[in-house]
Structures are given as structure tokens and as C-alpha cells.
T-cell receptor
Framework: DTGVSQNPRHKITKRGQNVTFRCDPI?????LYWYRQTLGQGPEFLTY????????KSRLLSDRFSAERPKGSFSTLEIQRTEQGDSAMYLC????????????????FGNGTRLTVT | AQRVTQPEKLLSVFKGAPVELKCNYS??????LFWYVQYSRQRLQLLLR??SRESIKGFTADLNKGETSFHLKKPFAQEEDSAMYYC??????????FGPGTRLSVLP
């Protein structure tokens, strides 16, 4: 399967602990997005990368959240000092943007990482 | 700010009935709109995008700039259409903004 892969699928952690999630996008995709989804809501944008550059970060994103995509391939999302309100499904998606054009392929999503903070 | 609204959280129809899932948006430019679907225990996947003007699984959606709407329609619903449906907007070619979703339940 050459789709978007996310690990782990589930993470249970105690409040105050740090957690890190990994996303492996579709290999030819240069854009990588992180979203958060809570029950009854649509995906909420967190941040996105083009290659290794982080181009936009949601204003709603706390300083406890950081994301990296060091070699323009996989990405990690870290949450420091987790809080119960961080409990959610964290979705990764990738797309292909053709440089020099306005073309942006649709998003391809992973299965998500479900975080539970106790 | 760009927004996508889906007024119905839940829509129930009988098999064979027509279905329309509503989506409205607010956007200052020329929007690019999508419908994504999530079947039970599966990942979010693209259903259709307005620029391709395709009909996927019998669904169509027409962009109405005057009403700022992109409603999803199907003339005869099937039980396998039961899923969560999300309308999304591509924001200035950079970011995808999603609506809250509508759960479609097709009853036998």
C-alpha cells in the first residue's frame, strides 16, 4: 500500500507527558498537512509543509505543538505537556503541488492517530 | 476568514430516495471545492472535486457562486452510501478548510 501511513494508530498518555506521532506521506507528494479532528467536527487545520519548509501554522495551535519534516519526506508532530483537551484524532494528509502552477492535487489522508490523554 | 458550513449534522433517507447534502461557503476569491467521504472504519477519501465535473458513485455537485453553495446530490440513494460527508474548500491554493460534516444514513 503506497498510501499515507501514520503511527501509532492509538496513543494513551497521562496528562503532562510528551507524545510524538509520525506520518509517512505518499512518496511523490511534496505537501504534507496535519489536522486534528474531535467528535462531531470536521478536520481542523494545524499546519502544513511544502517539502521541508513549514509554510503555515494555525493560530489556534498552542506553543506546546511542534511539527517537523526534516528531509521533506516523513513528518513528526510532537505535543509537549499534554492536556486532556488534546485528546483527539490527529490526521495527516499529503498532496502534490506543481511548482509554478496553481494545481494542487486533492488530499490523501492517513488513518490517523487517536490520542487519549488521561 | 474562509468558512465552510454544513447545516445538517444527520440526514436520513430511505433507499432509492433522492439525497441532497448541503454545503455553503464564504470565500473572497474563486473557490475550489471538494467533497470528501468517510465510510465506517475507513480513512477520509476524496469523493469529487468541482473542477473535474465528474459524477462519482452517482453523486454530483454543482458550484453556485451566486448562492455560495456546493450541494452534493444523488438521485437514488443506496445503503452503501451511508457515511460521513465533508465539504472542503481549497484556500488560495494553499490550505484545505473543512466543514463539520453530515452523517448520511440510508435506511432499507
Amino acid at each position: 500500500d503506497t498510501g499515507v501511513s501514520q503511527n501509532p494508530r492509538h496513543k494513551i498518555t497521562k496528562r503532562g507527558q510528551n507524545v510524538t506521532f509520525r506520518c509517512d506521506p505518499i512518496s511523490e507528494h511534496n505537501r504534507l498537512y496535519w489536522y486534528r479532528q474531535t467528535l462531531g467536527q470536521g478536520p481542523e487545520f494545524l499546519t502544513y509543509f511544502q517539502n521541508e519548509a513549514q509554510l503555515e501554522k494555525s493560530r489556534l495551535l498552542s506553543d506546546r505543538f511542534s511539527a517537523e519534516r526534516p528531509k521533506g519526506s516523513f513528518s513528526t508532530l510532537e505535543i509537549q505537556r499534554t492536556e486532556q483537551g488534546d485528546s483527539a484524532m490527529y490526521l495527516c494528509a499529503s498532496s502534490l503541488v506543481l511548482v509554478g502552477s496553481s494545481y494542487n492535487s486533492p488530499l490523501h489522508f492517513g488513518n490517523g492517530t487517536r490520542l487519549t490523554v488521561t | 476568514a474562509q468558512r465552510v458550513t454544513q447545516p445538517e449534522k444527520l440526514l436520513s433517507v430511505f433507499k432509492g430516495a433522492p439525497v441532497e447534502l448541503k454545503c455553503n461557503y464564504s470565500y473572497s476569491g474563486s473557490p475550489e471545492l471538494f467533497w470528501y467521504v468517510q465510510y465506517s472504519r475507513q480513512r477520509l477519501q476524496l469523493l469529487l472535486r468541482h473542477i473535474s465535473r465528474e459524477s462519482i458513485k452517482g453523486f454530483t455537485a454543482d458550484l453556485n457562486k451566486g448562492e455560495t453553495s456546493f450541494h452534493l446530490k444523488k438521485p437514488f440513494a443506496q445503503e452503501e452510501d451511508s457515511a460521513m460527508y465533508y465539504c472542503a474548500l481549497l484556500d488560495y491554493g494553499q490550505n484545505f478548510v473543512f466543514g463539520p460534516g453530515t452523517r448520511l444514513s440510508v435506511l432499507p
